[in-house]
Structure formats: structure tokens, C-alpha cells
């Protein structure tokens, strides 16, 4: 006892000096306070009830924060504490299959994500010198993608267009058809319904998908600060990968929102408004994060970041401030345009309007075969087909450029869910433009496609390898392929 008193008496318990904060206002998401001198540009905060904060506005009187969680247990009078550090996110292989918020907190009902690594939010992008040219290609699995606006590993492609025009359904394609491929993937919701949102989690599963992504949401109904960290944590936790040397695709979807989302935020915490009352640094905010998507020189890991960032335009206005602030800082758009969807033509890519500034760097030799007279002759085919509907009388060339025409927008059709490998591509477009379908008749260009997609992998399995491993097409390739599909075309129609 004695012993127990002295050690008692002997222990001098270390005092220390914290700062506390009380809050004054709260409103919208946000939150100022006051008696928080030594806090910093964007240190997170934490008030009663286990809620954070991010210090975001620094006044002389008083501390701008932005909410993380719902504020309905908050009132003006609660402690604001400091915790010493900057926002950061788990990362890490036990995200992979998970659905999980901004800050890490898993949404699926899964149970806890034991991962013991964290990296702040916001990170510097890589520099110029430890960037390597994108020259892989990232395959979608869409004909008329990987033909027309091939997509590298490492690249940023835009792909913007009016509301239900199959934006996202693009990107979800793109997602199913790296299974095999040694792709990470991660979608991230921002600002979406939480049914539509649930639904693209199913197909992920049902499509055995989920086992190499991973879904970061801030759905609609959660704070405008959640929903603007949301693609800056995403991108924390693909850059984890990139520097372990793997590959990473991410799709932010939309940007749009989330522009709103700071917009709100901004107008809030009473920053000046500009133009359609966005701050000027809107621009900003959307150049620092697809910056960091980028393709690493090997000593510098080797992994790559493939951004596909998604935003919605109105009444296909792509000349709004964000969608050609958005255009500037990407390396190519993906347009999809209302008028080819309500026609049917799916995917809706407007082929004159879509461009990748990579271009067929990153494709795989076979397809130099084909892209290169597809282009050109489907862009002729459209001006041609404009000038016919006003019944002038064409020749006989013309007539058969768009006779061909049609077919070749027959081919590039194609089903959600259904990518398409390489080798069937490559072969089938081949067949189209050297002229193997003119005789078939539109109804029954899938059925003939069909057949022939199939007969790749049991008559030419060797070309097959051979086109997949990036070899070039040879004259005897191309020969074998257009005999093979003439056969079945004669056959089957």
C-alpha cells in the first residue's frame, strides 16, 4: 500500500494546452466558429457525437469549416477540438469489393475495412519528369471507342453529353471489360440518386466485376463538403496502386455536380462569386485533381491512372463553362449526342465531335489496319446522308458510299453490357469496310456479325493470339480474315 501511495505521489500527470472552438453559425453544411487562432488551411476539426470538419476558410475572427457528416445533432454554442492533421483516406487491396465513403467508412454492410495505411486527400500531382508517354491501351470493349477514340492507360477522356444519353453506361462497359486484364477499377459517385447508384453496384456484381474495383459514394442527399473531397479521395486511393506499378482506371461521375457542390460551399462561406456565380478558382479545383492522372516512369513505380471523367450538358451545349473548362484540361471528349440515341444508334458517339489527342499511340497495331479508312469514310457517309435527304438524284459511287455507310453505323451498334475482345473487333470492322457486308441487308447485319465474331475463335484461333499480343496485321492475315468472312456472309444470308 505504502509502495502504491508513493508511486502515486511521484507521478506528475503532463499538461497540455488545446484550443477550442465554439461554433457560431451553421447552416448548408457549413460552420463558423470562433477561438481556433492556430488552426490550418484544411486541418480536420472534430465536434460532439464523433463529427468532423475541414478548416477551410481562415478569417481574422473567425474559422470557415466544412462538414463531413450530418449536422443534426449540431447547435450553435458546441466545442470545435483541433486534431493536428490533414484530411486523409484509407488505401490499400481490402477496399477492393467495398463501397465506402469519402472519409473510408464502408456503406455495404459489409463490416469494417481493416486496413492500417492512410494518405491525405489532397496530394500533389506527379511532375513532368516522372511521367512516361501513354502508349497502352485501355481497352472499353465498345467497337466504336477503341477504333475511332482509342484510350490509353494513363490518359484523360472526357466523355460529356446531355442527360440519358448513356454516359455512365459507357464508363460501366469500360469497367466490366477489364476483367482479366490487371485493372483496377474505381467509380465514384458524386451527387447521384442512391437508387441509381445501387443499381450499377448490382450489375458490378453481377458481372463478377466488383472483385477489382472498388465504389466511393456521396450520394445526393449528403453534404456539399462530402461530395467535394469525394474525387479527390478516390483518386488517393488509385494513386496507392499507380505507385505499387499497377494499372488504375477511376471515372468521376459527374463533375458537373460536383462543381455545384463547391459552388454552394463557395457562395456560402461568402467567397466573391464569377461567372454563372462559380468561383474563379473553379477552374482549379478540376485541373489539380485529373492532373493527377498520369502514366509514371518505372523507377518512379511504373503504374498508371486512367481518368475518365464524366460531365452532362444542356441541350448539348458543350461550349458552357464547365464542359469547356473540362475539354481544356483532358487529353480528348467522348460526345454522345440525344439525337443519335433517340435514333437507336447505340452508343450515341457522335464520331465528328469525339477525339482522343493520344490517339493511336496507344492502339494496338492491328487496329492501324482499320481506323484509319474508317474514319474518314463513316465522316463522308454522314455529309453524304445529310445532302441525300433532300431527294437529289445521286450517282452511282455515291449511292454505294452510303449504301456502305449505313452499314458501317449497323456495325458499330452495340448492346450494353456486351464488350467485344479485341481480335472480334478488329475482324469484323475489316469485313465492313472492305466492302463484305454491302449485300446484306440491314437486318441482318447482327445476325451476320454474330456468326462471324464467333468463327474468329474457332477458325482463327491463331490470329486470334497473334492480334492480342500486338503483332500487325499481314496481307495474308487480312486475306484469311475477308475469305473467311465472305464464306459466312454467303452462308448465313
Not at 161 to 172: E, V, W
Not at 229 to 251: C, H, N, R, W
Not at 438 to 446: F, N, T, Y
Request: hydrophobic share 40%; proline share 5%.
Amino acid at each position: 500500500m505504502a509502495l502504491s501511495q508513493q508511486a502515486l505521489n511521484s507521478h506528475q500527470p503532463e499538461l497540455e494546452v488545446e484550443e477550442v472552438g465554439t461554433v457560431i453559425y451553421l447552416s448548408g453544411g457549413i460552420v463558423r466558429a470562433v477561438g481556433l487562432p492556430s488552426v490550418q488551411a484544411e486541418e480536420l476539426v472534430r465536434f460532439p457525437g464523433n463529427l468532423y470538419g475541414m478548416a477551410y476558410n481562415l478569417d481574422l475572427d473567425e474559422v470557415g469549416i466544412i462538414l463531413l457528416n450530418d449536422s443534426e445533432s449540431l447547435k450553435a454554442g458546441c466545442e470545435v477540438l483541433r486534431t493536428g492533421r490533414v484530411l486523409d483516406v484509407p488505401v490499400g487491396e481490402e477496399l477492393l469489393g467495398r463501397v465506402v465513403d469519402a472519409t473510408g467508412n464502408p456503406l455495404d454492410n459489409q463490416g469494417a475495412i481493416s486496413t492500417t495505411k492512410r494518405l491525405p486527400v489532397e496530394r500533389e500531382a506527379p511532375g513532368i519528369m516522372q511521367r512516361a508517354p501513354v502508349t497502352v491501351p485501355l481497352q472499353t470493349g465498345i467497337k466504336v471507342i477503341d477504333a475511332l477514340i482509342p484510350i490509353g492507360r494513363g490518359q484523360r477522356e472526357l466523355i460529356l453529353g446531355d442527360r440519358a444519353t448513356g454516359k455512365t453506361a459507357i464508363a460501366l462497359d469500360t469497367i466490366i471489360n477489364q476483367k482479366g486484364k490487371d485493372v483496377i477499377c474505381i467509380y465514384c459517385a458524386i451527387g447521384q440518386r442512391s437508387s441509381a447508384v445501387a443499381k450499377l453496384i448490382a450489375e458490378l456484381r453481377q458481372r463478377d466485376a466488383m472483385k477489382y474495383s472498388i465504389v466511393v459514394v456521396a450520394g445526393g442527399e449528403t453534404t456539399p463538403g462530402l461530395q467535394y473531397i469525394t474525387p479527390y479521395a478516390a483518386t488517393t486511393m488509385g494513386e496507392y496502386f499507380m505507385s505499387q506499378g499497377k494499372d488504375v482506371l477511376i471515372v468521376y461521375d459527374d463533375l458537373i455536380k460536383h462543381a455545384r457542390a463547391y459552388r454552394e460551399l463557395s457562395l456560402l462561406l461568402r467567397r466573391p462569386p464569377g461567372r454563372e456565380a462559380f468561383p474563379g478558382d473553379i477552374f482549379y479545383i478540376h485541373s489539380r485533381l485529373l492532373e493527377r492522372a498520369t502514366h509514371l516512369r518505372p523507377e518512379f513505380g511504373g503504374g498508371s491512372l486512367t481518368a475518365l471523367p464524366i460531365v452532362e450538358t444542356e441541350a448539348q451545349n458543350i461550349s458552357a463553362y464547365i464542359p469547356t473548362n473540362l475539354v481544356s484540361i483532358t487529353d480528348g471528349q467522348i460526345y454522345l449526342t440525344p439525337d443519335l440515341f433517340h435514333k437507336g444508334i447505340l452508343p450515341a458517339v457522335d464520331v465528328g465531335r469525339s477525339v482522343s489527342r493520344v490517339g493511336g499511340k496507344t492502339q494496338l497495331p492491328a487496329y492501324r489496319a482499320v481506323a484509319g479508312d474508317l474514319r474518314l469514310s463513316y465522316s463522308q457517309f454522314e455529309e453524304l446522308e445529310a445532302f441525300s435527304r433532300f431527294g437529289t438524284r445521286l450517282d452511282d459511287a455515291t449511292q454505294e458510299s452510303i449504301n456502305r455507310g449505313q452499314r458501317v453505323r449497323e456495325i458499330l451498334k452495340q448492346s450494353q453490357y456486351q464488350p467485344i475482345p479485341v481480335a472480334e473487333q478488329i475482324v469484323v470492322l475489316l469485313a465492313v469496310i472492305q466492302g463484305v457486308f454491302d449485300d446484306v441487308p440491314l437486318g441482318k447485319i447482327s445476325l451476320v456479325e454474330k456468326a462471324i465474331r464467333q468463327a474468329v475463335w474457332e477458325q482463327l484461333p491463331e490470329l486470334w493470339r497473334r492480334i492480342e499480343s500486338g503483332e500487325k496485321l499481314s496481307e495474308g492475315d487480312r486475306n484469311i480474315i475477308l475469305s473467311m468472312a465472305k464464306k459466312i456472309t454467303e452462308s448465313t444470308s
